[in-house]
């Protein structure tokens, strides 16, 4: 969903200021002493594990992280445009909202406590979702 949107929006122009969020931020090395031991064997084996990791292809395509009010940004951008947007992208979004709406009912029912702080965020994003899908079906 996030790539479709961050695609999307930049494929039709979408100013700078909207799609800064979007990007994956990068990490920039320091050079620091060097590494002895077992630090070193670590930091060799994840080295490994992250080249191995960066050259298998991504059948998925360009990856985005965007924040959750980014999403109706970028869904309002696409709207305004008067495109055309994929019914799968429409049924993935409804898939998420009721997938996302149970679960505290799920989590209630198996007889697990729920955080308020946990809930808050997690209706959040619903809501999010539901603004997105409420802006693209109209």
């Known amino acids: 969903m996030a790539s479709w949107l961050a695609s999307k929006a930049k494929s039709l122009g979408c ?5 800064s969020s979007t990007s994956t931020p990068t990490v920039v090395a320091t050079r620091g002493s060097r590494l002895k031991g077992k630090e070193r064997v670590a930091a060799k084996k994840k080295a490994a594990s992250t080249s191995a990791a960066d050259k298998q292809p991504s059948s998925l ?3 985005h992280i965007i924040r959750i009010r980014d999403f109706i940004s970028l869904a309002e951008y696409i709207a305004g ?3 055309a947007v994929p019914h799968t992208f429409i049924v993935t979004i409804e898939r998420v909202i009721a997938a996302r709406s149970a679960f505290g009912f799920q989590l209630q029912e198996h007889g697990k406590h729920i955080d308020e702080k946990s809930d808050e965020r997690h209706q959040f994003f619903i809501q999010g979702m539901k603004w997105v899908s409420e802006t693209f079906m109209g």
């Open 15 to 19: 100013p700078e200021n909207i799609l």
């Open 81 to 83: 445009k008067d495109t």
């Open 61 to 63: 395509g360009p990856k």
